[in-house]
């Protein structure tokens, strides 16, 4: 082999290194953004990392890099999330309801992607309501922040907000007869003690979910497709379903239409 081939031959071979090394060095980094939500969301942030961090972040941790992202976990209060997506800052990856679509002009939505059921609980030793929206002037308990779920019931009841951490302290501690809440979350706060009540359920209003993904992502509205479909696709590997059996999660994703 003479001098002039094994110059370009060896041109060539650091070429296919240095695109090798700089297709790695761009790849996207993820605002993932959430609220404590478990069991979909949870744990402690610290430096952007979480342990024990629920189902969903653990998944995103399986299926993002694959599809070419790092990722930077955000943890905020839903109010906060909102007011930043209102000008599509920070925030990349986020689980958005039904009822913003088309309100959000910075990201682009997936298809429904999850479903939660909102609930009014109360104790089985008060006689069933016939109408729980005909509740009036009653303490109700709630986790901090998800206003909205207020509107569901009448303004005149009083709805205490405590941490999610202390809901199920709060129900052993103090004569609460009623909760306002996701049920997936709050059946899996109530396996935590085994010395609260009995609670009955009324179901107020499902909510559905999208994964909604910021459009400064190039070709977004196909992307957060591709994240979609690689999350329903990941639930059913046997990975997929140890998570699912971790967290004691029953329902599906992106089964819901």
């Known amino acids: 082999m003479d001098h002039k081939k094994h110059y370009v031959i060896c041109f060539c071979l ?3 290194f240095c695109l090798a090394i700089l297709s790695q060095a761009k790849a996207e980094t993820l605002n993932v953004t959430y609220s404590n939500f478990p069991p979909f969301t949870g744990g402690k942030l610290i430096n952007g990392h979480v342990d024990d961090i629920g189902l969903m972040l653990e998944i995103y941790n399986a299926v993002l890099p694959k599809l070419g ?14 007011k930043l997506m209102e000008n599509g800052t920070k925030v990349d990856l986020y689980l958005c309801g039904d009822h913003s679509l088309g309100k959000r002009p910075f990201y682009a939505f997936g298809p429904a992607f999850l479903s ?3 609930n009014l609980l109360q104790k089985t030793t008060l006689p069933v309501l016939d109408n729980p929206r005909t509740l009036q002037d ?11 779920l207020k509107r569901l019931l009448d303004p005149s009841n009083k709805f205490i907000e ?9 129900l052993v501690t103090r004569h609460i007869n009623y909760v306002l809440g996701f049920k997936d979350r709050l059946e899996i706060l109530f396996t935590s003690r085994k010395d609260i009540p009995s609670y009955r359920y009324y179901k ?7 994964l909604c993904l910021n459009k400064r992502i190039p070709n977004a509205q196909q992307m957060v497709q ?5 999350i329903v696709t990941f639930q059913d590997t046997p990975d997929g379903r140890s ?3 971790k967290y004691e999660y029953k329902g599906r994703f992106g089964s819901i239409d």
Do not use: C, M, W
């Open 243 to 245: 998570l699912f059996e």
């Open 14 to 16: 650091s070429l296919v």
């Open 162 to 170: 405590v941490p999610t951490k202390s809901i199920a302290g709060v």
């Open 69 to 82: 992202f790092s990722i930077n976990y955000l943890q905020l209060p839903p109010a906060r999330i909102v």
């Open 138 to 148: 009653t303490p109700i308990l709630k986790q901090q922040g998800f206003s909205g």
């Open 116 to 118: 939660l059921s909102i």
């Open 204 to 210: 107020l209003k499902e909510f559905k979910a999208h």
């Open 226 to 230: 591709k994240i979609h479909d690689a």
